[in-house]
């Protein structure tokens, strides 16, 4: 069993950047991953990482902005969000789980454990 929690969420201009931030105790599960959720356009997968290859997923609307990584010494998972855009406003969330198909890497369902959730809102 682990214990999620995001940091990192704030409201930035359109074209701006944020990181967030999840760290995992007591230790990381192999997938973990950015989910967000809004009410236009309910929960989205934004990013997986496959954390012992260091492999990561995207979803198509985030290719190219989004980045995705680990620091395993700190047990943490980030995500780099460059060139935000305001419907990237949503609450983000970590998830991880210890083994998914790679069809499930995006697939909020397969995802058993949760964080708490961060706000990002983008200003037009």
């Known amino acids: 069993q682990v214990i999620l929690a995001e940091s990192g969420g704030g409201t930035v201009q359109a074209g701006g950047a944020l990181r967030l931030a999840c760290a995992s105790s007591?230790?990381?599960?192999?997938?973990m991953a950015w989910f967000r959720q809004s009410t236009k356009w309910g929960r989205e997968g934004v990013a997986a990482?496959?954390?012992?290859?260091?492999?990561?997923t995207y979803g198509d609307s985030v290719k190219g902005r989004f980045t995705i990584s680990q620091n395993k010494t700190e047990k943490m998972v980030y995500l780099q969000m460059n060139n935000l855009e305001p419907e990237d406003t949503a609450t983000y969330y970590c998830?991880?789980?210890?083994?998914?198909?790679?069809?499930?890497?995006?697939?909020?369902?397969?995802?058993?454990?949760w964080g708490q959730g961060t706000r990002v809102t983008v200003s037009s």
């Open positions: 998830a991880a789980h210890p083994y998914l198909g790679r069809w499930e890497y995006l697939d909020s369902a397969a995802y058993k454990t």
């Open positions: 007591p230790r990381t599960y192999d997938y």
């Open positions: 990482l496959y954390l012992p290859l260091n492999s990561p």
